[in-house]
Each structure stands twice: as C-alpha cells, then as structure tokens.
C-alpha cells in the first residue's frame, strides 16, 4: 500500500512540473493534463490518509477550470471523499473572490448549485447558504458594474457585510434605471439574495426601486415579484427631492419630513414650508418672490402632483420651488395654522434646488 502510494505520488509530482515547463512554454495550455488530473482525483480517493492529505494540498495548484472538470466526473470516480475536498477548496476560494482573484469560484458555485446531481447540488448550496453575506457582497459588485445602486442598512454610504445572524438581516435597497444592462442575466444574479428576501423578515429584507426608463421587461419583473413580493418593489422617478408631503394638504405641497443627503436638504428646505409652485428657469431677480408671474402649469396641486412633475427630471437639473415658510407652524403632535396664535406674515422665497437620486438618502425612501 504504501509503494503505491508513493507511486501516485511521485506520478503526480512529474505531471505537475511536466506541466509547469508546458505552461512557460503556451500560456494557453491547460495546467495540468487530463491524465495528472485521473492521478490528482485517484490519490484523492486512495486509502492512505497522507496521500490524500497531500492530494487535497495539490487542488491548491488546480485553476478553476478544472476543479469543474472534477465536478463533472462520473459519480464512480466523483465520490463522497472527492466532492468533499473539492467544495473545501471552492469554499478557500470562494471567500477570496474578488479580493486577491477572479470571481471564477463564485461562478462555479453558482453552476453547482443548479446542478441535477444531489451531490453537487447540496454541497455548494451549503456554501452559499453558510456564506450568504459573501454572496451578497459578491452579488452586489456585479449588479453595480450592471448599472444598478446598491445600498444597505443605513444608507452610510458603504455596503457593511458584518450583518449579525441571519435572523437580523438589514434592509437592503437595490435601485434600478436606465442605466440598468443586466437583462435576464441581473435578474439571475438578483436572486443570489433569496436570503435578504425571505417574506419572514418583515422589518428586513430586499427592496427593490425600479426608477423611470428602467428597461425591465414584463417577464423580468415578474420574477422580480417572485423573489421579493409586490410589497417591495418600487416604481419611482429618476431623482428624488427627498421630502414627506401632507397628503390631505392643498394647495401647494406642504413639507412634513425632510431627508438627510437629499436634494431638499441641500436646498435648506424645512418642516412647514409650502411649495406653491415649481419653475424650470430662475425667475428675474428684480421680482419679488411673491409678485413673480407664475403660469397655471407651474402651479402645485398637491403632493401627488409635485411627484408626477418630478419625472421630467435626471439628477443633476435645476428646479426653482417658491416657498411659502411660516404659514404652517409644526408642533409635535402635527401642524397648526398661524392664524390662531399672533404670529408675523409668512415669507415667500425662491429656492434653488440641484436634484439628485433616491440612493443618495441617508434614510431608507418612503
């Protein structure tokens, strides 16, 4: 027994350095042969616990390529010991993708786990089910190089993957426009986060905002139904001003919450301001605010309007909003007319605002 093991041993180690010398030669050829590799899967399966040890050291030097090879050996040579070192080498792998090497691990997990063989199947879902952080973080790099915003917990600005157990899953928002490329291909990649988008996590998950000129198909979204629910899909426009509105408030859009990062932040927007109207050009700065002549189109009904007027835009325009501040007074328990108490005449201003897009609220959207 232990001849033979040194046999298989010494065979490997000429094919390894065989192969070596053939790839400083062709930077295409394979790194090891298809008969180093019958050598490589045979010491893995021998009975002698130092070869297989020394074996199992080997896949270390095997590229991704051929681990598949050894994936898709027949099962009398792709046995329990085999697929075991092989997914402990894909997991070593896997937890370095896309720091020091290629995805190519995370793909060939992603292969596995669809595969009709219980074997495979089992266990690179295993992985993937163990290192589901990992798969997010990997899924969300690729989404964004698709065109997609990915945001999580929040909204500091950086995709945090030390999450907790699974039971305390965060709030993670995926944006998708325009921009958007993925095609049925994304949204094959979009339920490598099943795990965000479990229905039991009711103060947690996946939330998914499809924003105006998003190229989704029907069947796309379909399957997007499928991996989140309706209740967390999103239809929005290009930017967001990043305010809360009374909806019972009318005329004009009167101002009940005002997000951190957002466009109406940035503009020094306030709890109790009234927008009255929104202009596409500055006004003459020789007007009053309150004597600019403002058309019947530029007008603001009410919160549902001023959303409606907002998907002209892409982030980055201007918007000129005139402002009515000191007509509505907030109090804790909600708003209150000035008129009841003796208080000075409201203001009217013109405020600039640059729009910018949902990601870029600290809060999660509402």
């Known amino acids: 027994m232990k001849n033979t093991a040194l046999f298989t041993l010494l065979f490997l180690v000429t094919s390894l350095s065989r192969c070596s010398t053939s790839l400083a030669e062709d930077a295409a050829a394979p790194t090891m042969n298809q008969s180093a590799l019958t050598g490589l899967v045979a010491a893995l399966r021998s009975d002698d616990f130092s070869t297989r040890l020394q074996a199992a050291e080997n896949l270390k030097d095997v590229d991704v390529d051929q681990l598949q090879q050894i994936a898709d050996l027949p099962e009398g040579q792709l046995n329990a010991e085999v697929a075991a070192r092989l997914f402990a080498e894909l997991d070593a792998r896997y937890m370095q993708d896309g720091k020091t090497k290629s995805g190519a691990a995370s793909e060939l997990l992603e292969r596995l786990a669809q595969s009709d063989r219980l074997l495979l199947a089992d266990g690179a879902q295993r992985i993937l089910n163990?290192?589901?952080?990992?798969?997010?973080?990997?899924?969300?790099?690729?989404?964004?190089?698709?065109?997609?915003?990915?945001?999580?917990?929040?909204?500091?600005?950086?995709?945090?993957?030390?999450?907790?157990?699974?039971?305390?899953?965060?709030?993670?928002?995926?944006?998708?426009?325009?921009?958007?490329?993925?095609?049925?291909?994304?949204?094959?990649?979009?339920?490598?986060?099943?795990?965000?988008?479990?229905p039991g996590l009711r103060a947690s998950g996946l939330v998914v905002w499809l924003l105006e000129g998003h190229p989704l198909n029907d069947d796309q979204r379909s399957r997007l139904r499928d991996l989140v629910g309706e209740s967390r899909i999103n239809e929005r426009s290009r930017v967001a001003l990043g305010i809360l509105g009374e909806q019972a408030f009318a005329p004009g859009v009167l101002v009940r919450h005002v997000s951190g990062g957002s466009s109406a932040a940035a503009a020094k927007l306030q709890i109790g301001d009234v927008l009255t109207a929104m202009l596409d050009a500055a006004p003459p700065e020789d007007v009053e605010p309150a004597d600019i002549d403002v058309k019947e189109p530029e007008k603001l009904k009410d919160f549902d309007h001023l959303v409606e007027r907002l998907k002209a835009y892409r982030k980055g325009d201007k918007i000129w909003l005139i402002v009515e501040r000191g007509r509505v007074v907030p109090m804790n328990n909600g708003f209150i007319l000035p008129q009841r108490f003796p208080r000075p005449e409201p203001t009217v201003q013109v405020i600039e605002v640059t729009l910018k897009g949902w990601s870029d609220l600290e809060a999660s959207p509402n």
């Not at 990992?134 to 790099?141: D, I, S």
């Open 130 to 198: 163990r290192r589901w952080q990992r798969r997010v973080e990997l899924a969300a790099k690729i989404l964004e190089e698709m065109g997609a915003e990915f945001r999580a917990g929040s909204f500091t600005g950086q995709l945090g993957m030390r999450w907790g157990p699974a039971a305390s899953r965060p709030n993670v928002q995926l944006f998708v426009g325009e921009e958007w490329t993925g095609g049925d291909e994304g949204i094959s990649v979009m339920e490598r986060l099943k795990a965000l988008a479990d």
